[in-house]
């Protein structure tokens, strides 16, 4: 049984361009959640997908934005990047209250 | 404002100690409480979680005690080995919120000294 995955591993893009982040879930989970986790810190709640919605956002700006389609897997869309947009993206799956995060994706804004 | 308050940033341990990590928490409409474990350069992984109707969960040599009063929670690593020496978050949720997403804390650094 897979779990989750994110492609790619890493990402390196330049000021001001827009970056696509992917991410499965795992078997049996219909929910994806995006996270954004900075050097040194605990990941930070972007915003959550359920029934290809988003349903809840954190305190991120309308450059972030996602979209899940109908086999659950999900995108994270980031535009106009700026440097402090360099972090580890980690996408989380459920089916209820227990979150199950992948690898992460490393983007690196230069 | 941060709604989680994670300590110690860094915890050192010998090898077969008890490796403790508190948690305190503000939003009074929490009531599911993970932890998880992280390595460098992966996502974390769920340890270990707990409601608050009860006051302590145990899996193997992670415990997990709560203190509703307190609003505290605290993870215990029995019989730490240098395996465990890795990041730790706890985070917090209203499992009643629908799409709210966890809370976590700045971490914990814990290395386990052979």
């Known amino acids: 049984d897979a779990g989750v995955t994110q492609s790619p591993t890493h990402l390196i893009k330049t000021r001001g361009q827009q970056v696509t982040l992917r991410c499965s879930p795992k078997?049996?989970?219909?929910?994806v959640s995006w996270y954004q986790q900075a050097l040194g810190q605990g990941p930070q709640f972007i915003f959550q997908?359920?029934?290809?919605?988003?349903?809840q956002r954190g305190n991120f700006p309308d450059r972030f934005s996602g979209h899940q389609f109908p086999n659950y897997s999900s995108e994270l869309n980031v535009n106009a990047l700026l440097l402090g947009d360099s972090a580890l993206y980690l996408c989380?799956?459920?089916?209820?209250?227990?979150?199950?995060f992948g690898p992460g994706t490393r983007l690196t804004v230069t | 404002q941060q709604q989680v308050k994670q300590s110690p940033q860094s915890l050192i341990v010998q090898k077969g100690g008890i490796s403790i990590i508190n948690c305190a928490y503000e939003?009074?409409?929490?009531?599911?409480f993970p932890w998880y474990q992280q390595f460098p350069g992966k996502g974390p992984a769920l340890l270990i979680a707990?409601?608050?109707?009860?006051s302590e969960k145990k899996e193997g040599r992670f415990t997990i005690s709560f203190n509703k009063s307190a609003k505290q929670f605290s993870l215990h690593i029995m019989d730490s080995q240098p395996g465990d020496s890795a990041t730790y978050f706890c985070?917090?949720?209203?499992?009643?919120?629908?799409?709210?997403?966890?809370?976590f804390g700045k971490g914990t650094h814990l290395i386990i000294q052979p």
């Open positions: 707990i409601r608050p109707d009860v």
């Open positions: 985070a917090a949720k209203n499992s009643g919120g629908g799409a709210d997403g966890l809370t």
């Open positions: 078997s049996g989970h219909d929910t």
């Open positions: 997908y359920y029934e290809e919605e988003e349903r």
């Open positions: 939003n009074t409409a929490f009531d599911y």
């Open positions: 989380a799956s459920s089916r209820d209250v227990e979150q199950y």
